[in-house]
């Protein structure tokens, strides 16, 4: 069975059974994935960390999946039922699905009503009327009156034996399978506002009255759907076709079908096709719902989960200011701006608070308090928190920086979210022992501008903000998904073994919370690490988390040269060779290293795919993946939405990626949100295809409303506000999906710089655009 799991994840990822083979056990080892992606290319035929992660989703799946198998078997064995057919049905069931379709009639229940009806007798009542609709119901069921069985007449016998076949059709394998997807390609979802919740749910307006097939339906939608109908302000019905005139549904006669049964006007024909209708109306149907409900969530989950880890992504790899001085500004009005100030190592050196904005209205002394502050520390950057008080507090920080120029400050907005969270969190109570709890947080603030990662690192990635939805969730999917992404990105960045903090070192590949712990311990009482094999002096870091860690902390100024790149301890040997052949120093001397040919260094341990990483490491030693840092300029006067006015060009910052489009903080305290449609001039079938967060762009106002806070915004320079759209270049026109909403369609995403123009919009409508999007939040 493992060799079938293989050869069937290896189907689904297009590569080779060995590579998942190989990489199965690497895994069950205790290797993560950031090892196995960089450091066993040759093992798994250079399967990377996507492919990997799939795979180790997939594998606990199908895993899962053969547990079950088993023990369904083995449930059934022992009631005495298992054939070979039904054996062979369950060995090939390729889901929990139609696993559990197979299980359902040998599944253990309560009493239901067609036991009892077997119970007195009534199953050959009701094999009979199946067997020949010749039959007269009626005669029949009068010769089964029990009152001892507690048949009391012929109608209580005819209620037993439909009971039985509802029963039967309700737990057909095949007939329930094939159904439930014909239901999902021919339902549709249909929402309406409860009655009196037309004011109290107007964000849910685009669904008062609303269908759409199951089928396109994009996840924001359905999610939106389910928060109305959980908000008691939308009644949502899973419609399973479109409505018939006349007739029985498409549904009852594929039932009817099943068993033979056809109304032909004889006796028995009225009763078994009433039962047919009874059985698809009561069981089967609320069974049908039940399942694509659950469909139709799973759908929704994967892909927000999908969206909320492609925007944390980004996030954490987002451009870090580096080793500068920098203030961070905590914005409020009435309890004041809190002020920290770190130097380059990120380390306190000074804090406190001001009171520039209302009541206080203290601005002169504020801008004096900062200078001050800025020149006793050599300040190079001023972080300012994006909430309450923001905009106020980023005019604050342009005057003083227009009036001490000398002090060459450059400031930004940044996103404080998750900031409070860590400020109250037992990690910041440990780090800031001496601060107050509001000042924790504008030390966050500045420290996330010098390095996001190390800093955001600290939070519970679901408390950073970055989702869809992420409230309507399943905890543990979302959780399991947002450390991956932690685990991947810090990983890929590396970790200076010397600073790090224990949040950071615990996302590093085979440390767990209490390794970090012991490293920091370690740390603290013998001073800086001199090398990487240092490392295994660590109490309980043995020789299975040195291999898996080694690679991924780096030691700056050490005892070992290598130990500052990412060329693994145990490789060291290969370089070696490398440096004897060569005859010089290869670190950084790309003149050397272009000359070495890597297939003379490739030996049984490694080979060319490693030897080839070594090369392209050693040239740059240590790199960091992530961009060279920059900032966007917010405009001068535009500092709440009233002052927006359509037509504006603004520079703005991407502060989230949805499946609908890209929001954008243009600093009015309400980001705006270039829909989907807008992007490009081209069809864009994923929006990161274009943007993602944290970049900084050019956008055009396209439409301000301002009394429900939407702000329509086009990434297309040339688009004219409030005029309708032509077809998008490459795609075609629109028109109207079901729902009655226009459907977006085009060609491929543009590619290029932060400043993106194009073609006229798909709408100049803002309000037409939400509706695209389902926007409901």
């Known amino acids: 069975m493992t060799t079938l799991i293989h050869q069937k994840i290896a189907d689904e990822l297009g590569v080779a059974a060995g590579q998942v083979g190989s990489a199965v056990e690497l895994l069950d080892g205790g290797a993560t994935v950031p090892f196995v992606a960089r450091y066993r290319k040759e093992a798994t035929g250079g399967l990377d960390d996507t492919q990997l992660r799939t795979l180790e989703e997939r594998l606990g799946y199908l895993r899962e999946l053969e547990e079950r198998r088993a023990a369904v078997l083995n449930s059934i064995r022992e009631q005495g039922k298992l054939n070979d057919t039904l054996e062979a049905q369950i060995l090939a069931a390729e889901s929990k699905a139609r696993l559990e379709d197979l299980y359902l009639p040998y599944k253990q229940k309560r009493r239901t009503k067609a036991q009892i009806a077997k119970e007195a007798g009534l199953e050959p009542l009701a094999d009979a009327l199946l067997g020949d609709p010749g039959l007269n119901p009626q005669e029949e069921a009068a010769k089964f009156v029990d009152p001892a069985k507690e048949v009391a007449d012929a109608a209580a016998a005819l209620q037993g034996a439909r009971s039985i076949l509802v029963e039967r059709f309700g737990e057909d394998s095949d007939l329930i399978g094939d159904l439930r997807e014909q239901m999902w390609t021919r339902g549709r979802v249909v929402s309406k506002v409860r009655e009196g919740k037309e004011t109290e749910g107007a964000k849910f307006s685009d669904y008062f009255e609303f269908d759409e097939p199951f089928a396109k339906l994009p996840s924001h939608r359905i999610l939106a759907l389910f928060r109305g109908e959980k908000e008691e302000v939308l009644d949502l019905v899973l419609e399973p076709e479109e409505p018939r005139e006349e007739g029985p549904s498409t549904f009852e006669v594929r039932i009817a079908s099943r068993f033979g049964i056809d109304d032909r006007g004889r006796p028995g024909d009225k009763w078994l096709t009433d039962t047919v209708r009874w059985a698809w109306r009561t069981r089967i149907l609320v069974h049908l719902g039940i399942d694509l409900r659950g469909r139709l969530r799973s759908f929704a989950e994967d892909e927000a989960v999908k969206v909320f880890a492609s925007n944390l992504r980004d996030l ?105 969270v860590y400020s109250a969190s037992a990690y910041a109570s440990s780090e800031l022992p001496e601060l107050d709890v509001s000042i924790r947080g504008a030390v966050s603030i500045a420290r996330r501008l010098q390095d996001p990662l190390a800093e955001l690192v600290k939070i519970d990635p679901k408390s950073i903000g970055v989702g869809q939805y992420q409230h309507d969730l399943a905890e543990s999917k979302l959780s399991r998904s947002l450390d991956a992404v932690v685990e991947d990105c810090v990983n890929a960045v590396g970790v200076d073994l010397n600073t790090a903090s224990v949040p950071l070192l615990s996302r590093v590949s085979g440390i767990t919370a209490g390794l970090a712990e012991n490293i920091v311990l370690h740390r603290d009482a013998n001073g800086p690490f001199k090398s990487r094999k240092a490392l295994k002096d660590v109490t309980r870091l043995g020789p299975k988390a040195f291999e898996q860690c080694a690679g991924f902390l780096k030691i700056r100024g050490g005892d070992e040269p290598l130990d500052a790149s990412s060329v693994h301890p145990e490789a060291y040997p290969v370089v070696r060779k490398m440096q004897i052949e060569a005859g010089a120093e290869l670190i950084g001397n790309s003149a050397v290293l272009t000359k070495l040919r890597p297939e003379k260094f490739v030996d049984e341990q490694f080979g060319l795919p490693t030897v080839t990483d070594i090369l392209r490491e050693l040239e740059k030693p240590g790199r960091d993946p992530r961009p060279a840092f920059k900032t966007a300029t917010f405009a001068d006067g535009v500092e709440k939405i009233a002052d927006l006015k359509p037509g504006m060009v603004l520079e703005g910052v991407v502060t989230n990626v949805a499946a609908f489009g890209a929001f954008v903080d243009i600093g009015v305290h309400q980001d705006g949100l270039v829909h989907i449609s807008a992007l490009s001039n081209t069809y864009v079938k994923d929006p990161r295809d274009v943007v993602k967060s944290g970049d900084v762009v050019r956008v055009k106002v396209l439409e301000v409303d301002e009394a429900r806070k939407r702000i329509g915004l086009t990434l297309r320079l040339t688009d004219e506000p409030g005029k309708p759209a032509p077809k998008q270049q490459g795609g075609g026109g629109g028109g109207r999906d079901r729902g009655g909403r226009p459907q977006q369609r085009g060609g491929q995403p543009q590619r290029g710089g932060q400043q993106r123009t194009a073609a006229p919009p798909a709408s100049g409508s803002m309000a037409e655009a939400l509706r695209k999007a389902g926007f409901g939040k």
Not at 339 to 357: E, L, M, R, S
């Open 316 to 420: 954490l790899l987002a451009a870090p200011a580096g080793t500068r001085a920098t203030m961070g500004l905590d914005p409020g009005y009435r309890t004041g701006v809190k002020v920290a100030i770190v130097d380059a190592t990120g380390k306190v050196v000074a804090h406190g608070v001001i009171q520039p904005h209302v009541p206080a209205n203290r601005w002169d002394e504020s801008i004096a308090k900062l200078a001050v502050w800025a020149k006793q520390h050599n300040v190079d950057l001023i972080a300012i928190g994006n909430g309450t008080a923001s905009r106020e507090t980023d005019k604050l920080a342009a005057d003083l920086i227009k009036r001490h120029p000398e002090l060459g400050l450059t400031k930004i907005v940044v996103s404080e979210a998750g900031a409070s």
